[in-house]
């Protein structure tokens, strides 16, 4: 289960904003998942793809990212915030694992 919802926030850390329009953010991006407390991964990395604002990854995801960059997101009963700015980002997240909650903070990168 903790890799589920490690994973699917992953995913949903560079996301959703209109279909039909490029957005500053789209590419690849390499996001780390840092685990501060609870029994979740300690660190993750994976890769993630946004394409006109929308995220390809591995699992559902429900969130956004503005044009200025500000990220909300949730996906598996886990929930992240943060900033991308250029190239860069970064915020933190929740969520639980075997119902013992887990929190932490990500970094993304463009690649």
Request: hydrophobic content about 40%; charged content about 15%.
């Amino acid at each position: 289960m903790r890799h589920i919802v490690v994973l699917g926030f992953i995913v949903a850390i560079c996301i959703v904003a209109p279909a039909f329009a490029q957005t500053p953010y789209d590419g690849v991006w390499s996001v780390t998942i840092l685990t501060k407390a609870g029994s979740c991964e300690p660190s993750l990395r994976y890769p993630l793809t946004v394409t006109g604002g929308r995220v390809s990854g591995a699992a559902d995801v429900s969130g956004s990212v503005g044009r200025e960059g500000i990220v909300k997101v949730s996906i598996h009963g886990a929930y992240a915030n943060g900033q991308l700015s250029g190239n860069g980002g970064s915020g933190k997240w929740n969520g639980a694992s075997g119902g013992i909650a887990c929190s932490g903070r990500w970094e993304a990168s463009r690649q």
